[in-house]
């Protein structure tokens, strides 16, 4: 099983502010990932796939970079609808998620 | 626009199988670019795949759960459904359908609570 790490737990930023999450995988998933955002009492929803590709409908302020085993989700600048909890999910073998990252308001 | 709802029990006593089922509307389960998904989560953690199953039939299931899980599918309702047996309280969590395109999820239910307790 591919184990998926994302640092920090909680981010604790301001509107306007950049926000950089990151996500490790235990071995290689080439560009096999992907991040979602989950909103308290909401499913979540797909961000980015393909670690770079943005989902439809998704703003241009989210991007995504990495291959192998580094990852990095960026929203350049914060929005009050972005504060949320953010995961990374690999499709390298079988599915698996990471722990999450809450980006909350400083 | 597709649409996917959770429905069954809240409620499910231990050691009892849990049986859920997603009605999706708005697309037909039926097509070849989409396979179709089961995640849960505790409150308050993360996510877990459960299990995937494509409109043939053809089923994946999470390794640690594979001896309890059963995913099945009827085209001619356009549902598929969950069943996961012997449950405890480890199962309790919100249990989400998804439709799933190139191993992502990309539409999703809002989810049902099940709870194990007696």
């Known amino acids: 099983e591919i184990v998926l790490t994302q640092s920090p737990v909680t981010l604790s930023l301001s509107p306007g502010e950049r926000a950089t999450l990151s996500c490790r995988a235990s071995q290689s998933v080439s560009s096999f990932l992907a991040w979602y955002q989950q909103k308290p009492g909401q499913a979540p929803r797909l961000l980015i796939y393909d670690a770079s590709k943005r989902a439809t409908g998704i703003p241009a302020r989210f991007s995504g970079s990495g291959s192998g085993t580094d990852f990095t989700l960026t929203i350049s600048s914060l929005e009050t609808e972005d504060f949320a909890v953010y995961y990374c999910?690999?499709?390298?073998?079988?599915?698996?998620f990471g722990g999450g990252t809450k980006v909350e308001i400083k | 626009q597709v649409h996917l709802q959770e429905s069954g029990p809240g409620l499910v006593k231990p050691s009892e199988t849990l049986s859920l089922t997603c009605t999706v509307s708005g697309g037909s389960i039926s097509s070849s670019d989409y396979y179709w998904a089961w995640i849960r989560q505790p409150p308050g953690k993360g996510l877990e795949w459960i299990g995937t199953?494509?409109?043939?039939?053809?089923?994946y299931y999470m390794p640690s759960l594979m001896s309890r899980v059963t995913i099945s599918v009827d085209t001619s309702k356009n549902q598929f459904s969950l069943k996961l047996t012997s449950m405890t309280a480890a199962d309790t969590a919100m249990y989400y359908c998804?439709?799933?395109?190139?191993?992502?999820?990309?539409?999703w239910g809002q989810g049902t609570l099940v709870t194990v307790s007696s």
């Open positions: 998804a439709r799933q395109s190139n191993g992502w999820f990309d539409s």
């Open positions: 999910q690999q499709r390298g073998a079988w599915l698996t």
């Open positions: 199953i494509f409109y043939s039939g053809s089923t």
